[in-house]
């Protein structure tokens, strides 16, 4: 199992541009999660899916868009960005259920704002 | 919602040394807390955790310790090892209705252990 996949690993964005960060995990795994981690801040939850077209808000939505199509597939949308975007995304699945408690984290996507 | 406070925010010790992390959570609901070591530029990953019908786990040199009457729980880490530097975070989660997918981090600790 490659776990969980993100994609791209970098990336500097102009402000106002768009883009989607990917999210794959082939453990079909049903919960399924962003966060961003921010000097001093810890992670926060951007959203969360516990399952194919289900999602909710977390801690930090604004700004952010996702859609779970697939129980594979969790990409995190920036519609406008701006500089206060600028941080450390990881993307996080985990099974539900008994055994439902450890969640695996992906690699981390670095995104600059300019 | 749930609201984990994490101290101390750094923790310099000398190889060897224990190091001790505390984290405090809001929701006497919660019933999970896991502890995360993220090495720099790396990707957070679970060291242990503890259910709350459990009062303490151990782990070769790190053990965990929960009080649910003082909704406080911690991360002892004995003999340390430059090995060990690293940011640990605590988190809570709560375990029933909308909220049982969401887990709450602490704001991290920072250790560092000199040779």
């Known amino acids: 199992n490659a776990g969980v996949t993100q994609t791209p690993k970098f990336q500097v964005l102009k402000t106002g541009q768009s883009m989607t960060l990917q999210c794959a995990q082939d453990?079909?795994?049903?919960?399924m999660s962003w966060y961003r981690q921010d000097p001093g801040m810890g992670l926060r939850l951007i959203h969360y899916?516990?399952?194919?077209?289900?999602?909710d808000q977390g801690e930090v939505p604004n700004g952010y868009n996702v859609s779970r199509s697939t129980t594979e597939d969790f990409p995190l949308r920036l519609l406008s960005a701006a500089p206060s975007q600028t941080s450390v995304y990881f993307c996080?699945?985990?099974?539900?259920?008994?055994?439902?408690?450890?969640?695996?984290f992906g690699e981390g996507s670095w995104l600059t704002v300019v | 919602g749930e609201n984990v406070e994490q101290h101390p925010s750094t923790l310099s010790v000398q190889e060897g040394d224990s190091a001790v992390i505390k984290c405090t959570y809001s929701?006497?609901?919660?019933?999970?807390f896991p502890w995360y070591k993220q090495e720099l530029g790396k990707r957070p990953q679970l060291i242990i955790d503890?259910?709350?019908?459990?009062g303490e786990k151990k782990d070769q040199r790190i053990a965990v310790t929960l009080n649910k009457t003082a909704k406080h729980f911690s991360l002892h880490i004995t003999e340390t090892q430059p090995e060990d530097s690293a940011v640990y975070f605590c988190?809570?989660?709560?375990?029933?209705?909308?909220?049982?997918?969401?887990?709450?981090f602490g704001k991290g600790t920072l250790l560092t252990v000199n040779p």
């Open positions: 899916s516990v399952g194919a077209g289900i999602t």
């Open positions: 996080a699945s985990r099974p539900t259920g008994q055994g439902g408690n450890t969640i695996y």
């Open positions: 503890i259910r709350s019908n459990v």
């Open positions: 988190a809570a989660k709560h375990g029933s209705g909308g909220s049982n997918y969401k887990l709450t």
């Open positions: 929701d006497s609901a919660s019933n999970y």
């Open positions: 453990m079909n795994h049903e919960y």
